[in-house]
């Protein structure tokens, strides 16, 4: 069918998305397959989705705006079913809510699914939370409420029970092919020379014998999730069918996930290769003509110099916006040491991306925290990469002495020494364990790190992003260590079910939960004021020490900054330089900026005088 909107579109794509896909393929069948499962895909979308396509059309910056304010959960936990959801849809609006990220909720084998990350049907809901007409009027209700539904689509691989695998192991050669199946271990210790392990604790190795198939199969993260072969034209083609049902559901973000593994080369880390951008730039165009409403969010947990091709160029753009990682561990970072200066580092290195650079900012989501902190930044500040890496890690598991944070290890290998971290924002700020022990004291100042650390996460450049719970300040859920589905993972100690009997407690005055989430609403506030356009030039500024980060926000209407003391001692910022008078956004008196008092833990807003 053609259209009057989708072919002038399309037109626009045609030569380089025939020339990407030709260089790729080399493959004229396959092309026209896609073209036609891109005609159909703009066939069956509803009238509804294609007025929100012309809308967006008009206002393709809608993600930058100043009132996006995000959340993350798994529908499961929070509310059991997509139904359940949208009846819990006052709490998200409660709090302005505007983008929804629901973790993965397409079919999945049980009881191991990785948190839904092995996928047995693209193109259906799992019947355990709904069904696909669910999820329309899910993402309907959304979209009246003004908020954005974003869904995973987990590219890189399908369950081993998915029917293409099941195909596969039942010996058809065609679904072997959209696989990396091998006889022997000849091409598979090949690869494992130089492919990095993901899960080297509780998933070594990147190979998986099928007895089955009587063949190893290329599985990068678990053994039942089996690598997809993006070199077949028919994976790209299939996955391109399921990416557009969603987008007719309403989704409105794809979380593209795990999307630098998903091209595979002999003798390189199978990371970030050349073929990725061609793909993810395909898809770009692909949505661009069939559902321009939809936008690309790539899970990009990668080093910052390779983060900022995932976002092509202006003329040839790939994803929309990314995670920002090495931001959000840097956060943590500061947090163990009371020292900015990576945190700061990793800061301008992020604003001196190109405008088109937007990013999701955020403290915690379902994954742990990995500790990729720049190592060459950190030998040019003396800080010794591993000795800091194993500090911090020990730190937040609450093994170092002093530590405030309950956290758990994950994924530690004995021979890099290497180790990531689980743990909620509160549990790992000290709130849990001043509970445990009773200590008042010791409970202030870890609400107090829970609101600095969510007000420089909201006062950067982006997107800021919550994680469900940490609104109000739930806990580690350490129950999952009895369950022998869930034990080995420890990402599960902060994938725990949200309780309405402590959200209730938000109304409740002076109880945990209503100071955290009197302070997440408070600060989520502040992004009302005119500095937070999203075309406000953002950068850091010295402070003349080493414990408080200043972030400066220059906007058209005003300029602000946000001071951030990550150290457990009241501090003296000293901001040389910066010109303009200044008054404190809370009290609205006239500030210093040569000597500016900034509690332990504190946090403080000035903005410029007219
Ligand atoms: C992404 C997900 C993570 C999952 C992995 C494999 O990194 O965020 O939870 O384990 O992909 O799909």
């Known amino acids: 069918m053609k259209d009057t909107q989708y072919q002038p579109r399309f037109i626009r794509h045609k030569d380089e998305l025939e020339w990407l896909f030709m260089e790729l393929y080399n493959d004229r069948h396959a092309l026209r397959q896609l073209e036609d499962v891109m005609e159909a895909g703009y066939a069956a979308r509803s009238g509804e989705l294609k007025a929100l396509d012309e809308q967006r059309l008009q206002d393709p910056d809608w993600y930058k705006r100043q009132d996006m304010l995000g959340m993350t959960m798994y529908t499961d936990l929070f509310a059991g079913t997509l139904n359940g959801l949208r009846e819990r849809l006052p709490y998200l609006k409660e709090q302005g809510i505007r983008y929804l990220h629901l973790m993965p909720l397409l079919q999945m084998p049980r009881p191991h699914n990785d948190g839904g990350y092995a996928v047995e049907d693209f193109n259906r809901v799992d019947p355990k939370m709904g069904t696909n007409e669910d999820l329309a009027a899910l993402t309907h209700s959304l979209r009246e409420s003004g908020i954005s539904l974003c869904l995973d689509f987990v590219m890189n691989h399908t369950a081993s029970s998915h029917e293409w695998a099941m195909r596969a192991k039942a010996g058809e050669k065609a679904y072997q092919d959209m696989y ?53 034209p028919a994976v790209f083609v299939e996955m391109v069918r399921s990416m557009l049902l969603l987008a007719n559901l309403g989704v409105e973000v794809l979380r593209i996930d795990a999307v630098p593994y998903i091209w595979k080369q002999l003798g390189t880390s199978c990371r970030n290769l050349r073929q990725v951008h061609t793909i993810v730039r395909m898809v770009r165009m692909i949505l661009e003509c069939v559902c321009p409403a939809v936008i690309l969010k790539g899970e990009v947990v990668m080093a910052p110099h390779e983060l900022a091709a995932y976002f092509g160029t202006p003329e040839k753009p790939e994803c929309h916006v990314l995670y920002n990682s090495s931001v959000m561990l840097n956060l943590w970072g500061a947090l163990a040491s009371g020292d900015v200066r990576l945190l700061k580092h990793q800061l301008d290195v992020f604003h001196s991306l190109p405008e088109h650079c937007w990013f999701v900012n955020y ?37 170092f002495p002093g530590s405030y944070a309950m956290g758990e290890l994950y994924n530690f290998d004995p021979d890099t020494l290497d180790a990531r971290t689980c743990g909620t924002t509160a549990s790992l700020c000290g709130v849990e364990k001043a509970l445990k022990e009773g200590d008042e004291a010791a409970l202030d100042t870890a609400i107090d790190r829970v609101k600095m650390m969510h007000g420089i996460m909201m006062f950067q450049k982006g997107l800021p992003m919550l994680n469900c719970g940490d609104e109000i300040g ?55 004021q005119p500095a937070f356009a999203p ?6 500024w010295d402070t003349g020490d080493r414990g408080v980060l200043a972030l400066v926000r220059f906007g058209r209407e005003q300029t602000m900054v946000g001071l951030f003391n990550f150290s457990a001692y009241d501090r003296r910022a000293v901001l040389n330089s910066l010109q303009g008078s200044f008054a404190d956004l809370h009290t609205g008196e006239p500030v210093d900026v040569q000597h500016c008092l900034v509690p332990a833990y504190g946090v403080r807003y000035l903005v410029s005088k007219p």
């Open 535 to 540: 075309d406000s030039y953002v950068s850091t």
């Open 180 to 232: 990396f199946c091998y006889d022997d271990r000849t091409i598979p210790d090949q690869f494992e020379q130089t492919m990095p392990e993901v899960f080297p604790g509780t998933a070594p190795g990147n190979f998986s014998w099928c007895e089955e198939m009587n063949k190893w199969v290329l599985t990068t993260f678990h053994t039942y999730q089996w690598d997809l072969n993006y070199g077949n």
């Open 474 to 528: 739930q806990l580690n859920g350490w129950e999952y260590q009895q369950d022998e589905t869930l034990a080995e993972d420890s990402r599960n100690l902060h994938r725990t079910a949200f309780s309405l009997e402590n959200a209730a407690l938000r109304t409740k005055e002076g109880t945990v939960q209503q100071r955290i989430f009197q302070a997440v609403a408070d600060t989520a506030q502040v992004r009302n």
């Open 363 to 399: 403290l915690r989501c379902h994954d742990d925290i990995g500790w990729g902190f720049d190592e060459a930044a950190e030998r040019d500040m003396g800080i010794d990469p591993l000795m800091h890496k194993r500090y911090v890690y020990q730190f937040f598991a609450g093994d």
